[in-house]
């Protein structure tokens, strides 16, 4: 299949011939689309990067395997030769036009600071923990990813960070306090994906902000961050509709703003719905939280879901999943087994119906705006 910039070129090309556009605006729309094109990896730069990252492995894994045979100077040089080769070795190829292999380079490195300092911590029996040592990668990840600005390096800070926010909210590192300092890590690295044009690194740092919360939730009192979570969503799906021009202008989502508000409400509803379906005293408020659900679910493909297919597919799952625990809370003591599968199998025929006549109406839709 043609790729989507070989199309519009052979789009420019026909525009051309057929007289709607002149020669000047077909050369000034080409440079624009070869200006924008994303750069597709081949087979061989894969090769490469797969190569790069073996070696990697294969250096540090034989540094460690022979670390009592090999002296200490030795040791600490080949770790930081690694890294220096990494770092300035993706650099210059990236400078040739390699930008694969050289950003391949750089995660390479990255990995190697990982292993080094987990490895010359051991050598000298420096004192401080596994959380300080995953804070200390990630930063120095961070710094690398401002100064050679690079995409990959940025997602790979925000991985070490959400690696860090698991293990400390699950208590891997017997932690004595709730990881806070987690809302500061998305902030720095917030900021830093737009120096370096990581538009997956802000999608990465908002879904670990919604993980983050929920396990305030869990930690602390779940009303009193699931309600806030849900009007602050509301308040985000809302201006990213109604203002979506300056709100991707200051965000730079690519538009998928309301796809996160989506998941952010329904994760807040849930976690309000969870907290509620034990008590029996509360079955008024967990009706109302499950109408409040789906009226947003409703809402959500009304003013959003023409726009994007990935919110109407959050959409979709969020509603089979109010319609499940509306069952399992409100109607398990109404049906036996059989009636429960006759239950399951009527509401999924309801709900591939209710799907397949908004796909239609959807595409329908489209294809008279494209008409007009």
Do not use: C
């Not at 080769?85 to 040739?96: I, S």
């Not at 908002?206 to 849900?230: G, K, R, W």
């Amino acid at each position: 299949m043609a790729s989507y910039s070989s199309r519009v070129r052979s789009d420019i090309a026909r525009w051309q011939q057929a007289g709607l556009i002149d020669a000047p605006t077909a050369v000034a729309l080409t440079r624009d689309v070869e200006a924008n094109e994303r750069k597709s990896l081949s087979f061989g730069s894969i090769l490469a990067m797969m190569a790069a990252l073996l070696f990697g492995a294969a250096t540090l894994i034989f540094i460690a395997a022979n670390w009592e045979v090999i002296p200490r100077l030795v040791r600490v040089a080949a770790l930081f030769a690694v890294i220096l080769a990494g770092y300035v070795g993706g650099a210059v190829l990236k400078m040739r036009d390699h930008a694969a292999i050289g950003e391949a380079l750089w995660i390479v490195a990255a990995a190697a600071f990982g292993g080094s300092i987990a490895l010359i911590g051991q050598m000298y029996h420096l004192s401080g923990d596994e959380a300080s040592a995953l804070i200390t990668w990630g930063a120095g990840t961070a710094l690398a990813a401002v100064a050679l600005r690079s995409n990959p390096l940025t997602v790979a800070a925000v991985g070490i960070a959400d690696a860090w926010l698991f293990l400390r909210g699950f208590d891997y590192f017997r932690r004595t306090e709730f990881p806070h300092l987690f809302v500061v890590m998305a902030l720095i690295l917030f900021a830093v994906s737009f120096w370096t044009r990581s538009q997956a690194a802000r999608h990465l740092i908002i879904l670990s902000v919604l993980f983050y919360l929920v396990l305030l939730a869990m930690e602390y009192d779940t009303l009193q961050v699931a309600i806030p979570l849900v009007a602050a969503s509301v308040l985000l799906f809302t201006a990213a509709i109604f203002a979506a021009g300056p709100v991707e202008r200051v965000l730079q989502l690519g538009g998928r703003l309301p796809l996160h508000a989506l998941i952010g409400f329904l994760t807040g509803l849930a976690m309000i719905q969870f907290e509620l379906a034990d008590e029996s005293s509360y079955n008024s408020g967990f009706a109302i939280a499950s109408a409040v659900a789906l009226a947003g679910i409703v809402a959500a493909i009304v003013l959003g879901g023409r726009e994007s297919r990935g919110l109407r597919w959050v959409a979709y799952a969020g509603f089979a999943f109010e319609l499940a625990i509306i069952y399992v809370v409100m109607l398990q003591s109404m049906l036996d087994t059989a009636g429960f599968f006759l239950a399951a199998a009527v509401l999924l025929a309801v709900l591939a119906f209710i799907i397949i006549r908004i796909e239609k109406r959807m595409n329908a839709s489209n294809m008279t705006g494209a008409a007009a």
